[in-house]
């Protein structure tokens, strides 16, 4: 039996000039033959050089497909053998037991739902892409819109266009959200072309699908691991595991940088909604800092000239039409302006929505033992990390991009979004079998509000937060 350490198999990711390995149910496989043959496109790519790919091979397919994708593997993979055993895996089959020593079987959950959740959606809707219309047509007519705003905001002087911009952009942020999901469409071509909205927007799809799909997806919430737990850090403290300034610096108090930082993170929760909006701004940056690095937070990139290239030429032009043709033809009061106004409402729009599904007090950690939380399987460490917000509606779907419905897009995110309405009620139910949790909160507002004072309990060196560490 050969084993595999982590570091030999980081090294094989993807690189320019490197072969592609994966790793699944703890075997090495070497895949660099597979990743074109694909049916779902390049996006296994991105999951080659990590830990562990089992949460993303099963949350992304169905019972169905996931055979096929194994026969596959089986004729032009190879294996290579075991991942080391000092690797901590994060996707283990275990029993786990709670406090009050109920059992729970973690593998038998996700594979009842997933069966009952295919099995409803073949027999009624004919697979987990119906109404894939709606979303390729809503694709087609944002990136129109797009186009007209970007035209007139650019070229005809108009405020207003600026306005409708930023929201449009925050549609194309939840379009390509789906789309680099494999979410929009069966046919991959679909969804590359909405994926790479993000580029269009100014950001890079390829940085994205790492921070999001690899570090987010696979370990929500996992300080260190989930780079969505350090976004405000060192100024802001959105996980109670980044060290309180003040208890850790009481030797160093007096230094202006502690009370500068003290300061801050004491009136975090006020000052984090207001400075969502340079969100865009942000992206549009750290992105060249990603791919020249090669590392995205605690996630490792695979270094490809070609996407380098491809990002500076797609930022290029967006700075061409967003700040160098508005500037020559308007002047720079208009082209900062204008600039302010449309990036400022796409990211307030765009990040609202997403700060309120994970950043909750009762998320944090799962109220499992100790010492079995590395033995919980991959969805079910979803379930505990994960809020809904509205469920069942689909108003707040469209709205929300499907963002509301956070649960079932964390178990199934290659699902059409307006299945999500259609198949909450049987994740539901699922949860409340096996003993798990389903947060539900009853409107976008409640969640918010929520968000808000759990960020000023994490920002006060005065309240106690042991029960999260």
Not at 248 to 273: C, E, G, M, W
Not at 354 to 380: C, G, Y
Not at 409 to 415: G, R, T, V
């Amino acid at each position: 039996m050969s084993y595999i350490s982590l570091k030999e198999l980081e090294e094989h990711n993807g690189s320019d000039k490197r072969s592609s390995w994966i790793v699944l149910y703890g075997q090495v496989y070497d895949i660099t033959s597979l990743i074109n043959l694909h049916p779902g496109g390049n996006i296994l790519q991105y999951a080659t050089g990590i830990a562990d790919a089992t949460c993303l091979f099963e949350s992304y397919h169905s019972k169905r497909s996931i055979k096929k994708c194994q026969a596959l593997l089986m004729k032009h993979g190879k294996y290579l053998g075991e991942l080391s055993t000092e690797t901590e895996s994060k996707c283990k089959y275990a029993m786990n037991t709670y406090d009050d020593g109920t059992i729970l079987d973690s593998t038998n959950f996700y594979c009842t739902l997933r069966n009952r959740v295919d099995v409803y959606l073949e027999k009624n809707y004919g697979g987990r892409h119906a109404f894939q219309w709606i979303y390729q047509t809503e694709a087609v007519l944002t990136l129109i819109l797009y186009c007209l705003t970007t035209y007139y905001k650019s070229f005809k002087n108009s405020y207003f266009a600026a306005v409708c911009l930023g929201v449009i952009m925050a549609r194309m942020g939840f379009l390509m959200h789906s789309g680099n999901h494999c979410a929009i469409s069966s046919n991959p071509y679909w969804n590359r072309f909405v994926g790479f909205f993000m580029d269009i927007i100014g950001s890079s799809h390829y940085t994205w699908t790492y921070e999001h799909q690899i570090a987010h997806h696979t370990t929500p919430n996992e300080y260190h691991k989930d780079n969505d737990c350090e976004i405000g850090d060192p100024l802001f403290r959105f996980h109670p595991l980044i060290s309180d300034v003040e208890q850790t610096n009481q030797d160093n108090i007096k230094k202006a940088s502690s009370r500068f930082r003290i300061y801050i993170r004491r009136y975090q929760h006020i000052l984090v909604p207001i400075l969502m909006s340079i969100g865009f701004f942000k992206w549009t940056i750290n992105d060249i800092e990603f791919l020249i690095k090669s590392k995205g937070g605690n996630i490792r990139l695979a270094t490809k000239i070609h996407v380098i290239i491809s990002a500076l030429i797609t930022k290029m032009l967006w700075l061409i039409i967003h700040v160098i043709v508005p500037y020559v033809y308007y002047g720079g009061k208009y082209t900062l302006v204008t600039l302010i106004i449309f990036m400022a409402i796409g990211a307030y729009y765009l990040e609202n929505i997403f700060i309120v599904n994970h950043i909750q007090e009762k998320l944090q950690t799962p109220m499992i033992h100790v010492d079995n939380r590395r033995s919980l399987h991959w969805a079910i460490h979803q379930v505990y990390t994960t809020a809904n917000w509205k469920s069942n509606s689909y108003l707040a779907t469209f709205i929300s991009g499907g963002l509301n419905h956070q649960i079932e897009h964390h178990l199934f995110p290659s699902m059409n979004i307006y299945l999500y309405p259609v198949i909450s009620q049987i994740v539901q139910e699922e949860c409340y079998k096996f003993g798990l949790p389903y947060h539900n909160y009853t409107s976008f507002t409640t969640a918010w509000l929520d968000m808000f004072y759990y960020l000023k309990k994490l920002g006060n060196h005065n309240t106690n937060l042991d029960h999260l560490q």
